[in-house]
């Protein structure tokens, strides 16, 4: 939908930023800064890039609790819990790869997830 005020996760509902986009997909340093005016479309350049190159990854819109006065654990934790659980349903073996490690505190990356995606 194109003028819906979310962040878009694809390329045909948003226009003009093909060159941002492609510059953040060509990007093999682990870690990156997408700067901007607010609204400006900064997460959809992220959002379609990450899913045009297919990677796992867990995106939480807390836009959703600006109007609350005051957010809990619990209620990031549920956000974060829902996350997990669409990655998880998108990647269904991404926690029986072999640099996924279960502890007796759940599961964690042998090594840093986004540094493998990007062969660092």
């Known amino acids: 939908m194109l003028f819906d005020p979310a962040p878009k996760s694809s390329r045909r509902d948003f226009f003009d930023r093909e060159a941002e986009i492609e510059r953040v997909k060509s990007l093999s340093s682990p870690i990156a800064?997408?700067?901007g005016l607010r609204r400006t479309g900064e997460s959809s350049v992220i959002m379609i890039s990450l899913n045009e190159l297919g990677l796992p990854h867990i995106y939480v819109d807390l836009r959703k609790f600006?109007?609350?006065?005051f957010t809990?654990?619990?209620?990031?934790?549920?956000?974060l819990?829902?996350?997990v659980n669409r990655l998880?349903?998108?990647f269904p073996g991404l926690l029986d790869s072999s640099w996924i490690v279960k502890t007796d505190r759940g599961y964690c990356s042998s090594e840093p997830l986004i540094g493998r995606a990007f062969g660092g």
Request: no cysteine; glycine share 10%.
């Open 33 to 35: 800064l997408v700067l």
């Open 72 to 79: 809990s654990y619990r209620d990031l934790v549920v956000e």
């Open 66 to 69: 600006e109007e609350k006065g």
């Open 81 to 83: 819990e829902r996350e």
């Open 88 to 90: 998880t349903g998108r």
